[in-house]
């Protein structure tokens, strides 16, 4: 299996733009889940997903962060419009188990360095 | 609420010698408990995991784990440290009610 794979691995934009960050989880995984990771803050989950369905967003720092799951092996994560305060590293994680229960640990993507500039 | 704590922000550590990495949970039932490891640019890898049965866990890279309900810990351990295992690493919980939640991490630097 490939893993999971992110895209793109880094990304540049100007502030105001649109971004959208994209994940592909395991086959087979049922729970996908979006992390931030900042020097501050250290790793943040902001969003998860169960069979395709969101099932905890309090994690989305604000409106400018929607995240979508249009099926089993794909998510985006897109910020509109971006800001400097964005800059971070993007994670997606899919698992196998029960609505984001951490029956098998997660596995991780490479990630996206995200900079606003 | 649940939450990890992972005291030590930066350890050093010369090659060959042992590493113990410290990790408490605060959680009132049996939590899962994991180590993650993180190298530089790249995304967290499970190095090992609890959730039940022998207390002392094996993992890969040679390291190991021992879960102490009575002191609410799950330190990471290895007998002989290598270059190679220079990362930030992370322990982190759950539940089978709740996902996980990560501590802050450690960052292990190896001195020559």
């Known amino acids: 299996d490939a893993g999971v794979i992110q895209s793109p691995r880094h990304e540049v934009t100007e502030m105001g733009q649109e971004v959208t960050l994209r994940c592909k989880p395991i086959?087979?995984?049922?729970?996908l889940f979006w992390y931030r990771q900042t020097m501050m803050r250290g790793l943040e989950l902001l969003i998860y997903f169960n069979n395709n369905v969101p099932i905890d967003d309090s994690g989305m720092p604000e409106d400018r962060f929607s995240a979508k799951m249009p099926n089993a092996s794909f998510s985006t994560l897109k910020i509109q419009p971006s800001e400097p305060r964005d800059s971070a590293v993007y994670f997606c994680?899919?698992?196998?188990?029960?609505?984001?229960?951490?029956?098998?640990?997660?596995?991780f993507g490479s990630g996206t360095r995200l900079t606003v500039v | 609420a649940q939450s990890v704590t992972q005291p030590d922000i930066h350890i050093t550590v010369s090659e060959g010698a042992s590493l113990e990495l410290r990790c408490n949970y605060s959680?009132?039932?049996?939590?899962?408990l994991f180590w993650y490891v993180q190298s530089p640019g790249q995304g967290l890898q499970l190095l090992l995991k609890y959730f039940s049965g022998d207390t002392l866990v094996q993992g890969i890279k040679g390291f190991e784990a021992e879960f102490k309900r009575s002191q609410s810990s799950f330190n990471l351990r290895k007998p002989s440290v290598h270059w190679s295992d220079a990362a930030e690493y992370f322990c982190a919980s759950g539940s089978s009610a709740s996902k996980i939640i990560f501590g802050s991490g450690t960052r292990l630097s190896i001195r020559p």
């Open positions: 994680a899919s698992s196998l188990g029960t609505r984001g229960l951490p029956n098998y640990g997660y596995t």
């Open positions: 086959s087979g995984h049922n729970s």
């Open positions: 959680y009132g039932a049996t939590p899962y």
